[in-house]
């Protein structure tokens, strides 16, 4: 289906990878899954996806630099990077949003709400 949506999920945590993919397909959406920010980048530049899903705290390289290198791709910038993680303090949704994500999505997850969440950010 072409107008089918493609979310890339960067997240270093397998079971919050599945239940966040599962969701996800579940509601219509294409869902590819990096395990951390590294991956996530060369997952990016190979499969352009329409919105990136980005934990925040992850091995090899974190999710606050990730967001910054595609922000600085031109190829990548107009990409809505939407942080999901538990780290729900002001001081670090502050620097998910500085570092180029959107929004911020509280982890746990919300099961029932989480494709209605991104789907404002969508083109």
Known sequence: MANTPRVLL?????????????VLEAAGFEVDWAANGQLGLEAAAARRPDIILMDLRMPVLDGYE????????????????LAMS????????????????????????????????IRPWLP
């Open 86 to 117: 538990a780290q729900a303090m002001p001081e670090e949704r502050a620097r998910a949003l500085a570092a180029g994500c959107a929004a911020h999505i509280g982890k746990p997850i919300d099961v029932a709400t989480l494709a209605d969440e």
């Open 10 to 22: 960067v997240e270093d945590n397998a079971a919050n990878a599945y239940l966040a993919r599962y």
């Open 66 to 81: 990730a967001t910054r290198r595609l922000k600085a791709d031109p190829a990548l910038r107009d990409v809505p990077v």
